[in-house]
T-cell receptor, first 113, second 110 residues
Framework: DTGVSQDPRHKITKRGQNVTFRCDPI?????LYWYRQTLGQGPEFLTY????????KSRLLSDRFSAERPKGSFSTLEIQRTEQGDSAMYLC???????????FGPGTRLTVL | SQQGEEDPQALSIQEGENATMNCSYK?????LQWYRQNSGRGLVHLIL?????REKHSGRLRVTLDTSKKSSSLLITASRAADTASYFC??????????FGQGTELSVKP
């Protein structure tokens, strides 16, 4: 257990539905990252926050994806109008500051039918 | 997009043997990190080597970094069955995000 928690751990949804995932980072960490991982691949960066500010978004993050980190604490990642290609493991990580190790949560596995 | 290549993609060894994994990357980096992932679970940080370092040790792990060749290697000595996992290298860019390789799947047979 790294101290980063994610909820839910598994989500099965039908194509076209909206889903929301939550990440609770380690409390004193001000940086929070979202990654996506498909089978047999390494994680790919989606977006990250420093406190409540979203500083960078990947080109992978289409308009259907939105992330928030209100008050610089937990974060949510919402996917609207899910597609089968969104099926993946969504990983959250946090770190104390730049150039430090990132602590990963257990991930949320999304299956879109 | 992935940062680069990891080699080999899969490695199978006997307990007690050493395992070496290599990683190449494409862009300038702040640091390079290695992570382990057990099947279907989150990633666990193993070791971080900064761009001005050439070698680092942590327990049974030894990491080297050659910035002129844009490559790194991870050596696990005296491997154990519990080391069976996927191993990923990741480079940290100026903004702090990690760019991962495709990983090496290590199998250590008792």
């Amino acid at each position: 257990d790294t101290g980063v928690s994610q909820d839910p751990r598994h989500k099965i949804t039908k194509r076209g539905q909206n889903v929301t995932f939550r990440c609770d980072p380690i409390s004193e960490h001000n940086r929070l990252y979202w990654y996506r991982q498909t089978l047999g691949q390494g994680p790919e960066f989606l977006t990250y926050f420093q406190n409540e500010a979203q500083l960078e978004k990947s080109r992978l993050l289409s308009d259907r994806f939105s992330a928030e980190r209100p008050k610089g604490s937990f974060s949510t990642l919402e996917i609207q109008r899910t597609e089968q290609g969104d099926s993946a493991m969504y990983l959250c990580a946090s770190s104390r500051r730049l150039a430090n190790e990132q602590f990963f949560g257990p991930g949320t596995r999304l299956t879109v039918l | 997009s992935q940062q680069g290549e990891e080699d080999p993609q899969a490695l199978s060894i006997q307990e007690g043997e050493n395992a070496t994994m290599n990683c190449s990357y494409k862009t300038s980096i702040n640091n390079l990190q290695w992570y382990r992932q057990n099947s279907g679970r989150g990633l666990v940080h193993l070791i971080l080597i900064r761009s001005n370092e050439r070698e680092k040790h942590s327990g049974r792990l030894r990491v080297t970094l050659d910035t002129s060749k844009k490559s790194s290697s991870l050596l696990i000595t005296a491997s154990r069955a519990a080391d069976t996992a996927s191993y990923f290298c990741a480079t940290e860019d100026q903004g702090g995000k990690l760019i991962f390789g495709q990983g090496t799947e290590l199998s250590v047979k008792p």
